[in-house]
């Protein structure tokens, strides 16, 4: 393959296989954590006028202001909403072609930093990286560009940085500090950067080691640049945003972190997260059973005697020991077993506690390291093996290459299709998740929105099975229960949903959702007296949220306590003066209670608000009949003629 030895043919050959490898996720639609980063963000909708929010970072209990300070990525996003408002086919063809750039990239990278005797080596490292099973969750879900960015921006930083070692141009070093920068704004993970560039200059770079030392000077000041920018990310005092109620993530975290979820600490939190990286390595090199989710309790947990415990420690210290060992025999094996380490420690927990207890997308970059460590592991072997018998020795490389790289490909194109939309990625998954709460929820969420679609009733069964093993696995289940007992009111078995209900309320008392669900699942049984005190509590844990206001106007009057309804109402219409529902059930409250005039006011206002909706228009004039008001009721209904209300409908 001698056409191979042409640089720029190298180059063409990785654009088109990492854009063909990932060119069946085009028509996908958005999946998994694009709803909370894209699809239920207001700043990302906003498009441009967003942007101003994104960059100044918000603090609060809404889902998409948890993520990291990942301006950088954002801002693509909003500009994607803003040409192409809700297309996900845009979506995904950038993170393809960002995707198919981070790959050159990379084949830049190391032919810039290996020896130039190990080119085809740095080629063949690039393909495996572009094929890798591994990465199909960071390009096919649209919100894992900032994966994508990280990794593209952080290798940048460290190819200038050693261009400045190499050439000594004040401008590689000013581009190295301007790409670490936009990496770390991309996502927080790139602090490791600053770990990753004396890595590269101690064991690829030349001069005396204390020379080499010394010009890792600037990698310090990246190093506070870094922290400076997490850490004012992070502060309480940057955009502090006040929220309360309904709809706020109350989930518990370590839902989705099994270990913590059990209470881990000490040797025996040390022992179990090793056993995390050590399934990274099975992931990669043995990828066929892997899943969007890791979360509680589908990893196992065990004790610091266990056996698995005991083989993952050595097998660490042995994997560490070959690494050190390697510095000074194999540096590129080397240079590729410590990349893993230091771009894998964040994920790990040892320092800092995370809601996933591992994930595809957080090995992504600390694959390249194995990637890199694999193909000079195995050119190695090799070696060893067929030290006299060169062309053997070429056929099997030949012969590992293709049916490796083969495998990998095939198995990436596969896994694409799983990540379709979030029904395809549910129900493929679902079937090595049934011991995992959320994934349970997660699929019985998609097969909810299905039967909303298609009103097919052969669904509820299945529905309401995934609920319930939610809820099973973990009593702390939060929105399951809610949705469990809420969909048993709505599928004709209210007694069986207000008994779910009831359980939620008792286990999370304090939360403004389930005494909402719960007074609604007694209100439309008309047990008005027993709703009130739940909608009271979502009143006072949510004072934000109108029909908690409604529901408990309308069960005041239900009961006939009007001056309570009033007392509520008179709040209402202050928070709410626009809400169309809480003017109603005002205006239903004052005319049960024959003061007309009120009632009409708030009737007209309704008029107003609700423009040539013929509902309200058909109510202000009834109530006027009931009153026996009829001149005005034909006068407000030739005034609604005239407007070009319909009647009619």
């Not at 770990?195 to 064991?203: D, F, K, N, R, V």
């Not at 979360?295 to 050190?324: C, Q, R, V």
């Amino acid at each position: 393959m001698n056409w191979l030895d042409k640089k720029y043919a190298m180059f063409i050959v990785v654009a088109i296989c990492s854009f063909l490898q990932f060119s069946n996720t085009l028509s996908h639609d958005y999946a998994w954590d694009d709803k909370i980063v894209i699809l239920d963000n207001p700043d990302v909708k906003a498009g441009i006028a967003g942007l101003g929010e994104i960059w100044h970072k918000q603090h609060s209990d809404y889902l998409h202001d948890q993520l990291g300070y990942r301006p950088i990525v954002l801002t693509t996003f909003a500009l994607e909403q803003e040409f192409f408002p809700m297309n996900p086919k845009i979506g995904h063809l950038m993170n393809v072609v960002y995707f198919s750039l981070l790959c050159m990239v990379i084949l830049l990278f190391l032919q810039e930093v290996v020896p130039q005797s190990w080119q085809f080596e740095a080629f063949l490292v690039t393909i495996l990286f572009l094929v890798h099973p591994l990465h199909v969750e960071v390009v096919a879900n649209i919100k894992s560009r900032d994966e994508i960015f990280q990794l593209l921006f952080s290798l940048l930083s460290i190819l200038f940085y050693w261009k400045w070692f190499e050439a000594k141009k004040w401008w590689f070093l000013v581009g190295s500090a301007l790409f670490f920068i936009v990496a770390i704004l991309s996502r927080e993970n790139a602090i490791v950067t600053v770990g990753l560039i004396p890595l590269t200059i101690l064991l690829f770079g030349t001069g005396t080691f204390i020379q080499r030392l010394k010009r890792l000077l600037p990698a310090a000041a990246f190093a506070l640049i870094g922290v400076m920018i997490l850490a004012l990310s992070l502060s309480g005092d940057i955009g502090k945003a006040e929220t309360a109620g309904m709809g706020i993530v109350y989930e518990d975290s370590d839902l989705g972190n099994g270990l913590f979820y059990n209470g881990l600490y000490g040797l025996k939190r040390y022992l179990n997260f090793n056993l995390v990286m050590l399934r990274y390595f099975k992931n990669f090199f043995w990828p066929v059973d892997l899943a969007y989710y890791y979360g509680y309790n589908h990893l196992k947990l065990y004790e610091i005697k266990d056996a698995a415990s005991i083989i993952g420690a050595i097998a660490t210290a042995f994997l560490t020991l070959i690494t050190l060992v390697s510095i000074k025999f194999r540096r590129i094996f080397a240079y590729g077993a410590l990349f893993f380490f230091i771009a894998i420690f964040p994920f790990l927990q040892f320092v800092n506690y995370m809601n996933d207890t591992m994930a595809d997308r957080f090995v992504f970059g600390p694959s390249l390291g194995l990637c890199l460590a694999s193909v000079s592991g195995v050119g190695w072997m090799l070696e060893k093996l067929f030290k006299n018998a060169e062309q053997l020795r070429r056929t099997v490389a030949w012969a590992l290459i293709i049916s490796v790289l083969g495998f990998y490909s095939f198995q990436t194109f596969q896994r694409n299709k799983a990540w379709k939309n979030n029904y395809t990625l549910f129900s493929t998954d679902i079937v090595k998740l049934e011991d995992c709460a959320k994934a349970h929820e997660h699929y019985a969420d998609v097969l909810h929105e299905k039967y909303l679609r298609t009103n097919d009733a052969s669904l509820i069964p299945e529905i309401t099975y995934h609920y319930q093993a939610s809820i099973e696995i973990s009593d702390r289940s939060y929105y399951s229960f809610i949705k469990l007992g809420s969909n048993y009111a709505s599928f004709g078995n209210p007694e069986m949903g207000i008994q779910v209900l009831r359980k939620a309320v008792e286990l999370f008392s304090d939360k403004a959702d389930p005494n909402f669900y719960l007074g609604s699942a007694l209100f439309r049984q008309k047990q008005y007296a027993e709703a009130i005190p739940y909608f009271k509590k979502g009143v006072e844990y949510s004072p934000k949220i109108s029909d908690s206001h409604e529901l408990l106007i309308r069960s005041y009057e239900a009961v006939g306590i009007l001056d309570s309804a009033l007392l509520v109402a008179s709040n209402a219409v202050v928070i709410f003066p626009q809400d169309i529902k809480i003017r109603d059930a005002i205006c239903d409250v004052y005319f049960g209670m024959k003061n007309y005039d009120v009632a009409f006011a708030h009737a007209d206002t309704l008029l107003d608000l609700a423009g040539l909706n013929s509902v309200y228009w058909k109510k202000a004039i009834g109530i006027r009949q009931l009153a026996g008001r009829d001149v005005e009721a034909n006068a407000l209904y030739r005034k609604g003629l005239e407007k070009g209300v319909s009647f009619d409908n």
